[in-house]
């Protein structure tokens, strides 16, 4: 038998386009041809004009042309290096070129005589004006009469080629305008603003006429009307999911049983519910009890209270004869679940907790309950669905931090029983803004804990430079004398789990060091599961004090004793994140404490987030100052956000256009169906049109 062909890339046979270029295009973002349409420049060159040398400005970038009357490699002043001098004249004057890394083509280049040169004009050192490091372009080709864009690239792509791919796609793609020739509400219209066709806005973008640039309006109209277009495409995928739903169906879950188990299971907390936790119970319950399968996501601040609002939806499942799933995306936060619902659910209905760390007999007695249909609430981490298990009766999957959950899971998770497709319950990882919400999740019906539960005291946050840790250490020990807890998380290393897991290993060496024997103990995502579950069991019962940890205990674990939180390196975390592990702190009655310890100097953006986090304490007005206070292109506040991430717009720029995109998209389904299915294929990448299908 031979192994099926991989699939062709859509790619396949562009000129210049090999494999190579493909796995790196895909790093961009880009798998089709009509991606290159949403690949916006980060900046242009302006190669319309010549300048003679005579009239270069310091302090502009300009294009100059002359001839090469002299080159020569001599020694820097400072470093023992060479630096290539060249020198090109035209009719007004004399242009010093200067290259600090050259190679000897280079040099064989420059002997060709004639020269344009692209660059900053810099005073010289001695007098006169230079260029350091000047493009050099081909003086015998005609000036282009459009700005030359500089595109966002990784290693082994250059401009050249960006440049002819995207011209390449504006070319075959056909873009019609769509907008101008529907008929759009005033309001819409006047919401939208003076917005360009498509096909001009594109061209506005890759090749605008000189003069243009991403500080002017018209550059800005432009951006906006594909933006529409993508936040359009967005929609009409979302509304598309939510139509095809619509032949489902689910388990109905009603009746005295599944009242009652729930009823008992709400009694069991040793707390009232908040008036949001019943909102959102009696909000699901309506769901469960319908023929049509629940698509529901919950989004509430750190600590609102999400797990109740599960645990409720899962006895009204077990208690109506069904079962129920509840999958976390990390063995930790799986563990302290299971433990968790165990209690909760005693007398009710059995709890079966599979983890890595479950024994292979205990997990296969499991597996043949549920197999059997056995009315039980199992708990683990994603990969449960992976698993053969069937669960033949699973009315009901609960999924904690849904951003991590994917379509794969999605599918995986409606394979698992034949009769209907189970409601899905999930919980949003970071609380975001009602209305952003709505517009990102439309085909979700949301459930808002916009209530924290009572009695909680905000947590002191301060921020500490580096210089001081030893000071903190000191204040560590005197913390642990009086019997109480903390944690101390190590800095995050981006894509390098081997350095994380080494600054933590030495961080975890110098507090053990201070403390008393056996008080500090390490946690880190490369330990067996069955260690980090004896780790964590210790310091829920008090026998470990410090826990010293990788950024796995971010999300949900629950110690309430726990009441300083120390983060390392605070600089390198977004907002959102910083508040979550933040979260993990003022769950006892007292007072708690966060100090954020950051490396100086501290950049003013990342000043503006800890401030931020020092003041602010609300989760929703956090996530949405995350979304602003990014860097140009950064997208690590989106992807924590849980928010989908799109390519040209962004749901917090681009804010005053969600409303108008969602109208458009139901008119566009309505009157031109194929229009719709047209911008759905061309933004919305196959594997991410039906969301939440
Ligand atoms: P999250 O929304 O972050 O998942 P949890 O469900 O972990 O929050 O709840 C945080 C803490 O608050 C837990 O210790 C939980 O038992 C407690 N809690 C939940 N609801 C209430 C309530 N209504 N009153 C008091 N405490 C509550
Ligand atoms: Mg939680």
Redesign the pocket.
């Known amino acids: 038998m031979t192994a099926a062909p991989p699939p062709r890339s859509p790619l396949a046979g562009w000129p210049g386009i090999g494999e190579a270029s493909i796995a790196r295009l895909v790093r961009l973002g880009v798998r089709r041809p009509e991606d290159f349409l949403g690949l916006i420049p980060l900046r242009y060159e302006d190669w319309t004009r010549v300048t003679p040398i005579g009239a270069l400005q310091v302090g502009t970038t300009a294009l100059v042309e002359g001839e090469v009357v002299e080159w020569r490699e001599e020694p820097t002043p400072r470093r023992g290096d060479k630096q290539l001098i060249a020198r090109l004249r035209d009719d007004s004057g004399v242009l010093v070129g200067r290259w600090i890394h050259y190679y000897p083509s280079t040099i064989a280049q420059l002997r060709r005589g004639r020269w344009r040169w692209y660059g900053e004009v810099r005073a010289h050192f001695y007098g006169g004006v230079e260029m350091v490091h000047p493009r050099l372009l081909d003086p015998r080709r005609p000036l282009p009469t459009t700005l030359t864009p500089v595109y966002p690239t990784v290693e082994g792509l250059n401009q050249g080629q960006l440049r002819r791919w995207v011209t390449r796609a504006l070319m075959l793609i056909p873009l019609r305008e769509w907008l101008t020739a529907l008929s759009v509400d005033p309001e819409v219209r006047n919401a939208l603003g003076e917005l360009p066709p498509l096909p001009e806005a594109l061209s506005v973008l890759h090749q605008p006429p000189p003069g243009v640039d991403p500080q002017r309006a018209e550059w800005q109209a432009a951006r906006r009307r594909v933006a529409l277009d993508e936040l359009v495409a967005h929609q009409a995928a979302l509304r598309r999911a939510r139509l095809e739903r619509q032949g489902q169906r689910g388990a109905r879950v009603e009746g005295a049983a599944a009242e009652k188990a729930m009823r008992r299971l709400i009694a069991r907390l040793p707390?009232?519910?908040?008036g949001a936790?019943q909102r959102a119970i009696e909000e699901v319950t309506v769901d469960l009890s319908e023929h049509r399968p629940m698509y529901r996501l919950v989004v509430?601040d750190?600590?609102?209270?999400?797990?109740?609002v599960a645990a409720a939806a899962l006895a009204r499942a077990v208690g109506g004869g069904f079962q129920g799933a509840f999958v976390a995306p990390t063995e930790l936060l799986a563990l302290q679940h299971g433990v968790r619902l165990t209690e909760w659910f005693e007398g009710i209905a059995p709890v079966a907790l599979i983890t890595a760390a479950t024994p292979a007999r205990a997990r296969k007695v499991w597996q043949e309950r549920l197999a059997a249909g056995e009315p039980l609430v199992v708990v683990g981490t994603h990969a449960l669905f992976e698993e053969k298990t069937p669960l033949p009766r699973l009315a009901l999957a609960v999924v904690d931090e849904q951003h991590r959950f994917g379509v794969r899971q999605r599918a995986l998770l409606r394979a698992k029983c034949v009769e209907w497709v189970p409601h899905l319950l999930m919980?949003s990882a970071t609380p975001i803004p009602r209305s952003l919400a709505m517009a990102a999740f439309a085909e979700l019906d949301l459930s808002f804990?916009d209530e924290k539960?009572?009695g909680r005291q905000p947590v002191t946050t301060t921020l500490l430079p580096m210089s001081r840790r030893r000071e903190l250490v000191q204040r560590l020990r005197h913390w642990v004398a009086q019997g109480r807890q903390a944690y101390w998380v190590c800095p995050r290393i981006e894509g390098e789990e081997e350095a994380s897991l080494s600054a933590a290993a030495v961080v975890y060496e110098e507090l053990a060091e201070a403390l008393p024997e056996g008080k500090v103990a390490l946690l880190h995502g490369r330990m067996r599961p069955i260690e980090r579950q004896q780790v964590m069991t210790a310091f829920a019962r008090g026998e470990v004090a410090v826990l010293v940890a990788t950024t796995v205990v971010e999300v949900?674990v629950?110690v309430?004793n726990a009441a300083l939180m120390v983060v390392e390196h605070a600089e390198r975390f977004g907002l959102a994140q910083l508040h979550q592990l933040r979260?993990r702190v003022g769950?006892g009655g007292g007072e708690s404490f966060c100090v954020l310890v950051y490396a100086e100097p501290l950049p003013p953006l990342a000043r503006e987030r800890l401030s931020a986090l020092r003041r602010e304490h609300d989760g929703f007005r956090l996530a949405e100052l995350d979304l602003r206070l990014r860097g140009p292109g950064e997208i690590n506040g989106v992807r924590q956000s849980g928010l989908p991430l799109l390519r040209v717009a962004d749901f917090v720029t681009d804010e005053g256009l969600l409303g108008p995109a969602q109208q458009l998209a139901d008119r566009l389904w309505r009157e031109q169906p194929e229009i719709a299915a047209e911008l759905v294929s061309r933004w919305v990448p196959a594997a991410e049109w039906a969301p939440h299908a």
């Open positions: 707390f009232a519910l908040t936790q509430g750190v600590g609102s209270g999400k797990t109740v919980m804990l539960p009572p949900g629950d309430p979260g769950r």
